[in-house]
């Protein structure tokens, strides 16, 4: 088939592929009756190197296994052939539990996908599936805007996703690499994560431990952050009093960074003249 049959097939030029239909599109090519079902033994079949999902559910791959077990897997899996194996594209739960279950082989469509269609097909298939923790998402985005030099802007557009969205859950990724195992463990939410943001690591530490024992909620782990910067704000009150009569907008004092507030480019422009007069 040439490629520019397949890019009509896929509803998207390859320059164009990212898009929140691809996944449904992806659908369309494992449901389709006319298409070459294979039975591909599981040890030629590896994940797929872009799959965003990190964790998966043990209790709810041991339930997949039991009913792929007992009636079979009703839709094929979807592979690339790479080297002398076959990539998943699509369909990673499904050959786990598979395997879990002892199965030798499993149904395939094999299909040609590039690099770029692997990495976007498999995060959006999981964004609308709302299969990705807040940090698996979060580090998709980021290795696509690495590898298509994509702004948070064109990103956003791309997924049908408001920019301020996108820069909220990409900050997860500031925080330290301990925190975001939480996270992606789903033992920290995103809202108790985004809470964290900011603060020293020692400080950050002691409110994690007083999450786990009392079970704090999102609202309860803001109102902690809060009564945290405040006593640190009265800690350097002089110092902020002195640098807002100044600078005539907010100013806070954290983590050895002074950080002064501004509404938009106009008042941005009049702090930068200000600081450099």
């Known amino acids: 088939m040439s490629e520019t049959n397949k890019e009509k097939r896929l509803g998207k030029?390859?320059?164009?592929?990212?898009?929140?239909?691809?996944?449904?599109?992806?659908?369309?090519?494992?449901?389709?009756?006319?298409?070459?079902?294979?039975?591909?033994?599981?040890?030629?079949?590896?994940?797929?190197?872009?799959?965003?999902?990190?964790?998966?559910?043990?209790?709810?791959?041991?339930?997949?296994?039991?009913?792929?077990?007992?009636?079979?897997?009703?839709?094929?899996?979807?592979?690339?052939?790479?080297?002398?194996?076959?990539?998943?594209?699509t369909g990673e739960r499904r050959y786990r539990a598979a395997v879990m279950c002892g199965l030798k082989q499993v149904p395939a469509i094999i299909e040609n996908f590039n690099d770029n269609q692997m990495m976007e097909i498999a995060l959006l298939e999981n964004i609308q599936r709302d299969d990705l923790t807040a940090i698996d998402e979060a580090r998709a985005y980021q290795n696509i805007m690495d590898a298509r030099h994509f702004t948070q802007q064109e990103l956003a557009k791309r997924l049908g996703k408001s920019r301020p969205y996108l820069a909220n859950i990409l900050r997860l990724l500031t925080l330290p690499s301990e925190v975001q195992d939480l996270v992606a463990s789903n033992q920290l939410s995103m809202g108790q994560a985004r809470a964290l943001l900011g603060l020293d690591e020692k400080t950050m530490n002691t409110l994690l431990e007083k999450i786990k024992k009392e079970h704090l909620s999102v609202r309860?782990?803001?109102?902690?952050?809060r009564q945290i910067k405040k006593k640190k704000d009265k800690a350097y009150s002089q110092e902020i009093n002195q640098?807002?009569?100044?600078?005539?907008?907010?100013?806070?004092?954290?983590?050895?960074?002074?950080?002064i507030s501004y509404n938009d480019e106009k008042e941005l422009q009049r702090l930068i003249k200000k600081i450099t007069k």
């Open 220 to 225: 309860q782990v803001e109102q902690e952050v």
């Open 13 to 89: 030029t390859l320059e164009d592929l990212l898009n929140t239909n691809l996944p449904e599109q992806v659908a369309v090519i494992q449901k389709d009756a006319n298409r070459t079902r294979n039975l591909i033994d599981v040890t030629l079949i590896v994940p797929n190197p872009f799959q965003p999902r990190k964790y998966f559910d043990e209790r709810k791959l041991k339930e997949l296994a039991a009913s792929i077990k007992e009636h079979g897997i009703f839709t094929p899996i979807l592979v690339r052939p790479k080297d002398k194996h076959y990539e998943i594209v």
């Open 243 to 259: 640098l807002e009569s100044h600078l005539k907008t907010q100013v806070s004092i954290d983590k050895k960074q002074i950080k």
